[in-house]
Nanobody, 127 residues
């Protein structure tokens, strides 16, 4: 099990930026895939971005098409933390953002199959 704690959400105007952080506990953090999902009111939780580990110690990132070029996921293994830098935010990015951890997280990973979740952080983008 991995415990996840998000921070960094808030209210921002369209075109602005926010950086979400997710601090993880657990000795095998570096071997886990880390991801971000979001859930807007009345909608299902959806994949946003993920960064996966490979045996060669390389990390691979995946993004939802609508956030490519605007969001960047990164991880700092020394701090057991994963980040989501969100630039050029749009009102449609408004949602609760959840940090996730599992052995693999890719674009078509069903949220219901993810083993570890944070409590969520609200991101609101005003027009």
């Amino acid at each position: 099990q991995v415990q996840l704690v998000e921070s960094g959400g808030g209210l921002v105007q369209a075109g602005g930026s926010l950086r979400l952080s997710c601090a993880a506990s657990g000795r095998t953090f570096s071997r886990y895939a880390m991801g971000w999902f979001r859930q807007a009111p009345g909608k299902e939780r959806e994949f946003v971005a993920a960064i996966n580990w490979s045996p060669g110690s390389a990390y691979y990132a995946y993004y939802l098409d609508s956030v490519k070029g605007r969001f960047t996921i990164s991880r700092d293994s020394a701090k057991n933390t994963v980040y989501l830098q969100m630039n050029s935010l749009k009102p449609e990015d408004t949602a609760v953002y959840y940090c996730a951890a599992d052995y693999t997280i890719v674009i078509n990973t069903p949220p219901g199959s993810v083993s570890n979740w944070g409590q969520g952080t609200q991101v609101t983008v005003s027009s």
